[in-house]
């Protein structure tokens, strides 16, 4: 997203911090709205893999539970996250705090179940969501940030936007999971992507190595194609009887 982000504010001779004219204007929200179809479908793939071994009552409550998380985090997010990108390992830890999320979603909706355990469950749904939207949102709030600036109108009218969009976007991925299992993958390896970005974006990352656009492109790619050969494995591994 983040490279996206930089394309788009690089396309356009018009500053989106001096909002002006109604042409600086139109960029301005239209950017907005950009930033939030993104911003809702990373969280919406989240959303929609934690809940989708929930009862359907409690998919609902959960989908529910999960976008507001989403959108006051958010709203926390904004006054602290140009801050948080100053700390350096705060992206790769979350980076890697994304994989294990990947994986462990990939494995509760493809069957596998810890020894003792229910998969899924309501409120294991929703800190799932909680700690992933901790981890991924401080990149988008502080594009949505970047537009509006002091703003407040612009500020809300971003913030208020996402929800319907993650409500929307995850209820759907929910059912078509239900129907097309090959997207419980496809989403595993959406926020292995998305792993990979905030781990290859670290300014430990980025300051000791300076790795090039196509290097960063291929560790998502890889960490994308990681998640789910890692998830194949640990079912592979556990349910391969001992040998005697």
């Known amino acids: 997203m983040t490279v996206a982000m930089n394309l788009l504010f690089a396309s356009a001779d018009i500053n989106p911090t001096d909002l002006h004219t109604p042409w600086q204007w139109f960029v301005a929200i239209f950017y907005i709205v950009w930033i939030d179809i993104v911003l809702a479908g ?7 893999l934690a809940v989708r071994t ?3 009552k409690q998919r609902l409550m959960g989908i529910a539970l999960g976008s507001g998380v989403a959108v006051a985090l958010r709203v926390g997010l904004t006054f602290v996250a140009a801050k948080l990108l100053t700390i350096i390992v705060i992206k790769l830890v979350g980076g890697l705090a994304i ?6 979603l990939l494995l509760d909706n493809t069957g596998e179940k810890a020894p003792g355990k229910e998969a899924g469950g309501l409120w294991q749904a929703v800190w799932l ?28 009218f971003g913030l208020g936007l996402s929800i319907p969009l993650v409500v929307f ?11 097309y299992r090959a997207i419980i993958y496809i989403g595993s390896a959406i926020l292995g992507k998305v792993g990979g970005e905030m781990i290859m974006t670290d300014r430990l990352i980025a300051e000791t190595f300076h790795p090039e656009p196509w290097l960063v492109h291929t560790v ?6 990681g998640v789910i050969l890692g998830a194949l494995a640990w079912q592979r591994r556990k349910n391969t009887p001992p040998s005697a």
């Open 169 to 179: 976007a995850s209820n759907m991925l929910s059912k078509l999971m239900d129907r």
């Open 220 to 225: 998502e790619v890889a960490l994308a194609i």
């Open 42 to 48: 990373d969280n919406a793939v989240v959303i929609a």
């Open 54 to 56: 929930l009862p359907p």
């Open 99 to 104: 994989l294990w999320i990947a994986v462990k």
């Open 129 to 156: 969501i909680l700690f992933a939207d901790i981890t991924m949102s401080i990149d988008n709030v502080i594009a949505v940030a970047g537009v509006a600036k002091t703003n407040v109108g612009l500020l809300i």
